[in-house]
């Protein structure tokens, strides 16, 4: 033998050694199939308790308002297992940060997409894998929660009158309510001299109504996915919501399976999400137009 003959024979080992054995895989695929059972559980778990309990469906708001870009699931895994959270992270990307777990913490499960496959039938799909996460009361993590900071009144409210899908028009009174949006004149009435928190948890949920209307939703069918849209609206935008009441969220989910409620839920953050990233190009707009008459005032 060469010299240098037992160098390969060390490689071959080596190669060897990293390749994945079947049994391996199998157990892997296993446990991760094990874990998503887990989360799908904990996921229904959620759904049946927010369905059961107004403070649970609130805590549910609270959290989608604060993650906007998280699925209408997720967001009820964090508030099923940590209320309150406001900012969350894995492990890893914490310590990208420098900013350490504090021991004993459990972590939040949530679930994100993975690989693109093919099914037998063959359409596409992707998988989904389990994801662990912290929230950042968990962590050493010094910052502030700017959550319930309060921006500029009459910048919101008017970039909430701009996403409006009709005329919002100013009236001395109302019958029943502070606003009211009519199908027949397609406009939103608000009564005038309004406090700013009225003005806004009033207007967001009309036009809400006006919105589901231009899709042939009537007032009563969508009542209760415009009354949590504008929920969340205020949330996201500090507005007061000591107004808003969930005691009858029990009677509404009596008869549904905890799909049908997600996909309610599903519903309402996506008329949230709408109406937000409509009032934040109004926001960008405000901006642009404020440093435009800055720097011809220079």
């Known amino acids: 033998m060469n010299k240098y003959d037992d160098l390969f024979e060390k490689i071959d080992s080596k190669t060897e050694e990293k390749k994945e054995r079947p049994a391996e895989k199998k157990d892997w695929a296993e446990k991760k199939r094990l874990e998503r059972a887990e989360a799908y ?3 229904d778990k959620a759904s049946e308790e927010i369905a059961k309990d107004p403070e649970k469906f609130r805590d549910y708001l609270n959290t989608q308002a604060q993650f906007d870009r998280y699925s209408a699931g997720n967001a009820l895994l964090i508030a099923f297992q940590r209320p309150g959270a ?3 992270a894995d492990f890893s990307s914490w310590k990208e940060e420098d900013v350490s777990i504090n021991k004993g913490e459990k972590a939040i499960t949530i679930l994100e997409p993975g690989n693109e496959y093919t099914r037998d039938d063959g359409t596409t799909a992707f998988s989904v894998n389990v994801k662990k996460v912290f929230d950042i009361s968990q962590t050493s993590s ?11 009144e009459r910048a919101a409210i008017k970039a909430l009158i701009a996403t409006s899908p009709c005329e919002v028009v ?3 009174e109302l019958k029943t309510s502070n ?5 027949d004149k397609n406009k939103i009435f608000i009564v005038k001299g309004l406090e700013s928190d009225e003005i806004f948890r009033s207007l967001a949920f009309e036009i809400g109504i006006a919105k589901l209307a231009a899709e042939d939703v009537s007032r009563k069918d969508g009542m209760f996915t415009a009354y949590c849209a504008s929920y969340i609206l205020c949330e996201r935008n500090g507005f007061d919501t000591g107004s808003f009441n969930f005691d009858k969220v029990p009677e509404r989910y009596a008869d549904k399976d905890t799909k049908e409620i997600r996909k309610e839920l599903g519903s309402i953050r996506d008329m949230a999400n709408d109406l937000t990233q409509e009032m ?7 901006d642009k137009n404020k440093r435009t008459r800055d720097d011809e005032a220079r």
């Open 179 to 183: 606003a009211r949006y009519s199908v």
């Open 280 to 286: 934040n190009r109004q926001f960008e707009a405000i």
């Open 142 to 152: 010094a910052e502030i929660n700017m959550r319930h900071r309060k921006p500029d």
């Open 170 to 172: 100013l009236v001395d």
């Open 41 to 43: 559980m904990l996921l």
């Open 86 to 88: 406001t900012k969350v």
